[in-house]
């Protein structure tokens, strides 16, 4: 039997949240946007930088999103088995996806493929995009809201390397990525890269690696070396907030990986924007809930 107030309930908190995200950066981004700033040398950086604090204290202020591009509504959901609306989850996400539409406003940006119809909602068929992880005997639900736009993350790129290219092979294509589009991203970029077996599984992985923390690090020391290597390397090519130059190219980077099939290297990117726009809710079995990416949230 479903628990329908229950299920309102998630909706609303849900609809509240995402359209939150729309407006607020979380925590970490904020953080490391003000260290960048902190550190750079550069006049017109710094002005860049000023202009992007200005635009997200005017977007709390005004209460609107503070980028137009809605991006695409993503939701990262790892559920225990026992949550108790497992089952009424993905109805839960798509009617808050609509209630953000409306409640932030959301500029519409699901267009049906092939109809080539913008359906007017965020909504379509298989948008809001759900990637599932099942908790065995867990009874929470962590989700992960994610506006992925139409210039950062959506433009991602995934390719099989041969075993003999190494992880020098897996240098080359994050750094041809970052110089060729990597720009069409409004820069300092969150890059995630996916160490994998094939392309897709690099690619999901990829964009895991740009939902977890600015400065976290994989727990393997060897990747965690490489995560700092290509930092230091892309902020040498000093590409600068919004691609302007400047002492910095990206926030971080971000890698995760899985095992491999011994004659393939997998190897994705997908790049977060400084308008990084993802949050973490928790909810407990009885729909309590902790918002996990912001401070001081009150929806
Ligand atoms: S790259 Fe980010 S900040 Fe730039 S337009 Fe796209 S969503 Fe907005």
Redesign the pocket.
Same mark, same amino acid.
């Given at each position: 039997m479903v628990d329908n107030a229950a299920v309102q309930d998630m909706t609303d908190v849900m609809t509240k949240f995402t359209a939150y995200i729309g407006k607020r950066l979380p925590t970490d981004v904020k953080s490391k946007l003000a260290e960048l700033r902190g550190n750079e040398k550069n006049e017109m950086a710094n002005v860049i930088y000023d202009s992007m604090a200005e635009n997200q204290d005017a977007a709390d202020k005004l209460n609107r999103p503070s980028?137009?591009?809605t991006?695409v509504i993503q939701y990262f959901v790892s559920v225990g088995s026992k949550f108790p609306l497992l089952g009424e989850l993905e109805a839960i996400l798509r009617d808050a996806t609509l209630g953000a539409t409306k409640l932030g406003p959301l500029r519409h940006n699901a267009v049906e493929a092939f109809d080539e119809k913008n359906t007017g909602s965020n909504t379509g068929s298989r948008i809001p995009w759900l990637d599932w992880e099942i908790m065995p005997g867990e009874d929470s639900a962590t989700i992960e809201v994610y506006?992925a736009?139409?210039?950062?993350t959506l433009p991602g790129a995934s390719t099989v390397l041969m075993p003999g290219q190494g992880y020098e092979g897996v240098v080359d294509f994050v750094f041809d990525v970052i110089t060729s589009r990597g720009v069409?991203? $409004?820069p300092p970029l969150l890059v995630g890269v996916g160490v994998s077996t094939a392309a897709e599984t690099a690619a999901r992985l990829s964009k895991k690696a740009i939902l977890r923390s600015v400065g976290s690090h994989h727990p393997n020391p060897k990747a965690a070396k490489m995560e700092t290597l290509l930092e230091e390397g892309l902020n040498e090519l000093g590409i600068g907030p919004q691609g302007l130059t400047g002492s910095s190219s990206v926030m971080g980077v971000n890698i995760e990986s899985s095992a491999r099939h011994p004659s393939t290297i997998g190897v994705a990117v997908s790049t977060g $924007?400084?308008?990084?726009?993802r949050g973490r809710i928790k909810f407990n079995s009885d729909l309590t809930y902790e918002i996990l990416s912001h401070e001081g949230v009150v929806l």
């Open positions: 980028c137009q591009d991006g506006m736009g139409g210039g950062c069409n991203a $409004c $924007c400084w308008a990084h726009r």
